[in-house]
């Protein structure tokens, strides 16, 4: 039988903001243990909530950039469980209603499909704290609460999404929209953006759903993608042996490949969810909303488009250029001082993006500026330089810090383009190669490649080809039939 | 000067006078209490913790320095019921889980008594987390009721109630939730006053029921109370269901008089089943505010029936997660197990009295996956239409005149095996409390055994100043002087 | 309520009840329950639920950061701590 995969998923990503959600302590990452923290997100008897202004507002940026319908009313529940990095044993979040609801989210896919994923909701809640385990013989856990009311939003997709591959994408592009609203840092690696998947699978057709497993610990772009393909493997394998598919949730183990089951001996989890009486309901009136609107930024879609439109580029080099805000902005930076913006897209895409990865860096702390790159371009657009001269440019570049023009000057790369200079250079290599010669005036034209090979080795690749082809034309004469 | 011994019997305003008048000093007042504390706490245990030493500190102090103006309670010995946070000093709620706690933090109210220059006497017993009516349910022991040793002082404010009544300090602050503030002051013959949801600020108060909690004074008379209220309202930004209404002069208009005013005395309240004493003392107000003046109506709270019902699952959700903190991670008394869940189960096994535990279960309950919808729900729905009866009828008066309690105070012991009998003598408070109305319980009378008997006044949101003036006006025509305790 | 609705409530509450405990428990809450069910007879249709019993405006704070506490402080009546983290058993 053949089987549809279907997936959701559960997205949590850690607000920037200075504040903890609900008291005055700071978010910074880091500090030693339990020294960011007050009666408030200690849990301590008779304190109470005050919910952190720019959290809504947060919460609304996202809400307006993936299309969602924002409520003008919103409650605050408390998911009541016991655990020691929950000081409340209850954790203050929304249910019945939610903040933002019905929205999308549109990424592209390697086809150049692009798939639009419905959003369930986008809801506010505070952040747990830390259990740390002891190691080896210790017997203890420790508790760090630092992180305990350190605000979350959490974004909750429909099952739309068929495959890793359209997992991954989506990921992509939502972290992509939370940095471009400067919202959140979308670090997965520190669990700034962590994402649970619902996974199940279907006899392809079915209108019904699998029974679906949760899968956790998700924290690269990567084990998403290799545990949603393995859950996917093992519900098949199941099912193709006439078992089924326990609904529960399970723990991506990256050193094994594999996802282990989290089922415990406990009853299973019943939160009593129900309205934080120490929150008012939240309202969120037109004026605050509109007001969020108008500061929003250009965001990844709407910057494709015009990079389509206005710059004449392709749809498979936007999808790259737009994935980071100053990616884009780099870009357009090089875009805007040069003749062509397809060479700017290339390069960028191309030699920047090929040294920044060596290096292991990001665009904002690349050692070729905006600026650098596109005066470089420029002295190949001018003819001053060939294309192949600049790319050892940019590598010099790159190394030195030193500006293109600087480094062309000092070692007399400037390209040879003076017909009067090429010409004796020419009738030296026919009076090297006269067997080249005598063939080519014979009738093989394909040695035009030779003498302009020979004519760029004798000038270190200074000579401008287009002007050596011409030269060599003229030079060599008509050919023999 | 009054002697020494006759000091602890003054109320704030009279002691405020004399120390306003450099007649008497914060440590004579201070020393007075202290006294009478050494004479009657034997038999009445109305506090949880004495904090003697901070005591006297504090009114050293206050007698050293004299602001001027001289800010409202400057000098005057008071006591906080046991579940308000004070820095440094124990907040147990009765509880042996917190046997052990003091707050690295304090109450919003513990910060305004101390700017308006109180001086903290101890902190008063109650029944545990404020769950219950009799003051028995206390890890410390039960508190007797001043005027009759073998009965409660109710609860769950009973340690400040009896301990105001005994003169044991010259006023003190309680909880209420759903009656714990007005039915313990009837009991034992003091005012009690209830505000508006809202009005003053839970910051610091061990939360019970977190829609329902109001700290209030307990004082003995009308005036007292509005000195202390006008202290302890107030917006703070640090609770979010604190109230910005402005806080009125509650002193300046305790002379309004009551003339023209339209009392409204709620059918349901007042029919069949009550205790003919309370009836009688009852009657006795109305006949008293009638000849002020004031007219009265019936009017009808159809929804009463189901108050007490509404309460009890509404306050018990509440409280389930509430209480969920006491965990013996952070704080409190751990019983160690051989894991997780062993150490969870034992802390809060040992650390629970029986009827925190039953509340804590039936909340539970109420919450839980398939229930949620018939119980709590459910509760939350008729509490709305209990909330609009007192729209409704305040439609056609100006305030709401019943009994506190159904009967004078019981005997300890005599509901204590029975929850729902017990839950039931809160029956005239707890509709209030769903409606997040003011209220106040003044006394009225007394049985023939010297009980006393109280009534109370029920008004609309912020109407706390006209509630304390029409009490003044029942102190001043009805003759009766403060009920003093056989002590 | 029966005695393995008294122990799933109790473990959800992590209240370990003993044996008699459960017993006794189990009576009072059905008798408050019997109690209680006196509101399934009332018309509650289209009656909103109150959740708060007065209403009152937003409440919001500035995204300011405040002092925390000193760790001291926020451990000062932790049972168990290592003088940076409270302690608990092994969570497996």
């Known amino acids: 039988m053949e089987f549809e995969t279907v997936i959701g998923l559960e997205v949590h990503t850690q607000l920037m903001t200075q504040s903890k959600i609900f008291c005055g302590c700071s978010t910074t990452f880091g500090a030693p243990p339990n020294s960011h923290t007050c009666p408030v997100c200690l849990g301590m008897p008779g304190v109470l909530p005050v919910l952190n202004r720019e959290v809504v507002s947060c919460a609304i940026k996202l809400g307006l950039a993936t299309h969602c319908t924002i409520n003008r009313s919103s409650r605050w529940a408390r998911k009541n469980y016991f655990y020691p990095d929950l000081p409340k044993a209850y954790q203050i979040s929304q249910y019945e209603a939610p903040i933002c609801e019905h929205g999308y989210v549109e990424a592209e896919l390697e086809s150049g499909e692009v798939k639009r994923i419905r959003l369930t909701r986008i809801h506010m809640e505070e952040d747990a704290g830390k259990n740390i385990h002891g190691e080896g013989d210790d017997d203890h856990s420790y508790v760090d609460l630092n992180r305990a009311g350190v605000p979350l939003l959490e974004i909750v997709s429909e099952p739309d999404l068929r495959s890793a591959e359209e997992a991954t994408a989506y990921l992509k592009r939502l972290r992509s929209i939370v940095r471009y609203l400067g919202i959140s840092d979308g670090n997965m690696e520190e669990g700034s953006f962590r994402c649970d998947a619902n996974v199940s699978i279907r006899p392809r057709g079915s209108a019904t759903f699998g029974t679906r497993a949760e899968v956790k610990n998700l924290n690269s772009f990567r084990h998403v993608g290799h545990a949603i393909d393995y859950e996917v493997r093992r519900q098949a394998r199941l099912l193709a042996q006439g078992q089924a598919v326990v609904q529960e949730t399970r723990l991506w183990n990256p050193t094994e490949a594999k996802t282990f089951s989290m089922r415990s001996k406990e009853e299973a989890h019943d939160y009593r969810y129900f309205p934080d009486p120490d929150l008012l309901p939240l309202v969120v009136d037109e004026g605050w909303i509109e007001r969020i609107r108008a500061t929003l930024p250009e965001l990844p879609a709407e910057k494709e488009q015009r990079f389509v439109r206005d710059y004449g580029l392709p749809a498979q080099d936007t999808g790259v250029l737009v994935a980071s805000q100053a990616l884009a902005d780099y870009f357009e930076q090089v875009a805007g001082g040069v003749k062509e913006a397809k060479t700017a897209a290339n390069w960028v895409l191309g030699d920047l993006l090929g040294v920044l990865n060596k290096l292991g860096t990001s665009v904002e702390e690349s050692p070729v500026d905006a600026a650098a790159l596109a005066a470089l371009i420029r002295l190949i657009e001018e003819g001053t330089i060939s294309g192949k001269i600049a790319k050892s440019v940019f590598e010099k570049m790159v190394a030195t810090h030193q500006p293109a023009a600087e480094i062309v000057a000092a070692e007399g790369l400037v390209q040879v383009a003076d017909p009067e200079q090429l010409r004796p250079i020419l009738q030296q290599i026919f009076a090297d190669n006269p067997t080249q010669l005598a063939d080519y005036r014979a009738g093989k034209t394909k040695l035009m490649g030779f003498f302009v090979g020979q004519a760029m080795r004798v000038t270190g690749g200074k000579a401008n080809p287009a002007l050596v082809n011409d030269l060599l034309r003229e030079m060599l004469g008509p050919v023999e039939e | 000067m009054a002697a020494d011994s ?482 | 309520m029966d005695l393995a609705e008294v122990k799933r409530i109790g473990a959800l509450a992590r209240l370990a009840l003993g044996a008699e405990e459960t017993v006794a428990m189990g009576d009072q809450l059905t008798r408050i329950l019997d109690y209680v069910a006196q509101l399934a007879a009332v018309d509650t249709t289209g009656v909103e639920p109150t959740t708060h019993p007065v209403t009152l405006g937003d409440a919001f704070r500035d995204d300011v950061v405040r002092p925390s506490l000193d760790p001291a402080a926020a451990l000062a009546n932790a049972p168990a701590t290592d003088g940076a983290s409270f302690i608990v058993p092994r969570i497996l």
């Open chain 2, 6 to 487: 006759d000091l602890a019997r003054l109320t704030l305003h009279e002691a405020g006078a004399l120390l306003a008048a450099n007649t008497v000093t914060s440590t004579a007042l201070t020393e007075a209490c202290l006294a009478r504390i050494a004479a009657v706490e034997g038999s009445v245990h109305a506090f949880a913790h004495l904090t003697v030493e901070v005591a006297r500190a504090q009114a050293r102090a206050r007698d050293q320095t004299r602001p001027d103006p001289l800010p409202p309670l400057w000098g005057l010995p008071i006591a906080l019921k046991d579940n308000i946070c004070t820095r440094g000093l124990p907040t147990t709620c009765g509880s042996r889980l917190l046997a052990n706690f003091r707050p690295v933090y304090d109450s919003f109210v513990a910060r305004r008594l101390e700017e308006a220059g109180a001086v903290i006497l101890g902190k008063t017993n109650m029944d545990e987390f404020a769950m219950g009516s009799s003051c028995e349910n206390s890890a410390l022991g039960p508190t007797h009721n001043p005027h009759d040793l073998t009965r409660v002082p109710g609860g769950s404010s009973g340690g400040s109630a009896a301990a105001t009544a005994a003169d044991e300090c010259l006023a003190a602050l309680g909880s209420d939730t759903g009656g714990s503030i007005r039915q313990p002051a009837c009991f034992c013959g003091v005012v009690g006053l209830k505000p508006t949801y809202g009005r003053v600020s839970r910051n610091g108060l061990v939360a019970f029921a977190s829609s329902l909690d109001q700290i209030g004074p307990i004082t003995k008379d009308a005036r007292d109370a509005a000195l202390l209220l006008a202290v302890i309202a107030g917006h703070d930004a640090d609770d979010s269901t604190s109230a910005r209404e402005p806080v009125p002069d509650y002193v300046a208009g305790l002379d309004v008089g009551v003339a023209g005013l339209r009392i409204g005395l709620p059918k349901e309240y007042l029919s069949g089943g009550l205790d003919p004493e309370v009836e009688q003392a009852v009657g006795f107000a109305i006949a008293t505010y009638e000849r002020l003046g004031a007219t009265t109506v019936e009017v009808s709270l159809p929804h009463t029936e189901h108050a007490v019902a509404t309460y009890y699952l509404v306050a018990t959700a509440e409280a389930s997660s509430n209480l969920g903190r006491f965990d013996g991670i952070r704080y409190g008394v751990r019983h160690e197990g051989h894991d997780l869940l062993d150490l969870y189960q034992r802390t809060r096994e040992a650390g629970f009295g029986a009827e925190v535990k039953r509340r804590i279960m039936l909340g539970t309950f109420a919450l839980s996956a398939g229930y949620y919808a018939a119980y709590y729900g459910k509760a939350m729905a008729v509490r709305t239409l209990i909330r609009n009866d007192f729209t409704a009828a305040f439609e056609r008066c100006d305030v709401l005149l019943t009994p506190t309690a159904p009967t004078p105070p019981f005997c300890l012991g005599e509901k204590l095996d029975d929850p729902l009998t017990m839950y039931l003598s809160d029956i005239f408070t707890i509709a209030v409390s769903l409606a997040g109305l003011p209220a106040v319980a003044f006394p009225c009378g007394a049985t023939k055994q010297r009980l006393p008997l109280g009534a109370q006044l029920i008004g609309r949101p912020f109407d706390e100043g006209r509630l304390l003036a029409m009490v003044h006006a029942f102190e001043a025509a009805s003759g009766q002087g403060r009920m003093a305790p056989a002590l």
